[in-house]
């Protein structure tokens, strides 16, 4: 069983950047492949990035490609998600999730086991 803590959300304008953390427990921290959602007020929860348990794969959503960046820590049990840029369409709760695979980086939100409670980024334009 993993358990997940997200940190890091908060109030920005437009332009800035936010770091959001993602703390983990659990022994097998290393061999979880790790990914960011985000849910906005009315929409459905989107696929924002996923790291593979080794860090050495990454896969992002269109809409962040080039202005965020996901990496973990296994040392450390913990994955960041680096916001920069960010816009007004970016406000949403930011829930971290994991799924106990060595292989793909699904990017449906049944495809993980464990959810964070999530942290809420607000983007001020």
């Known amino acids: 069983q993993v358990q997940l803590v997200e940190s890091g959300g908060g109030l920005v304008q437009a332009g800035g950047s936010l770091r959001l953390s993602c703390a983990a427990s659990?022994?097998?921290?290393?061999?979880?492949?790790m990914v960011w959602f985000r849910q906005a007020p009315g929409k459905e929860r989107e696929f924002v990035a996923a790291i593979s348990w080794s860090g050495g794969s990454t896969t992002y959503a269109d809409s962040v490609k080039g202005r965020f960046a996901i990496s973990r820590d296994n040392a450390k049990k913990s994955v960041y998600l680096q916001m920069n840029s960010l816009r007004s369409e970016d406000t949403a709760v930011y829930y971290c999730a994991a799924d106990y695979r060595t292989y793909g980086l699904p990017t449906t939100p049944g495809e993980y086991d464990y959810w964070g409670q999530g942290t809420q980024v607000t983007v001020s334009s």
């Open positions: 659990g022994r097998t921290f290393s061999r979880y492949a």
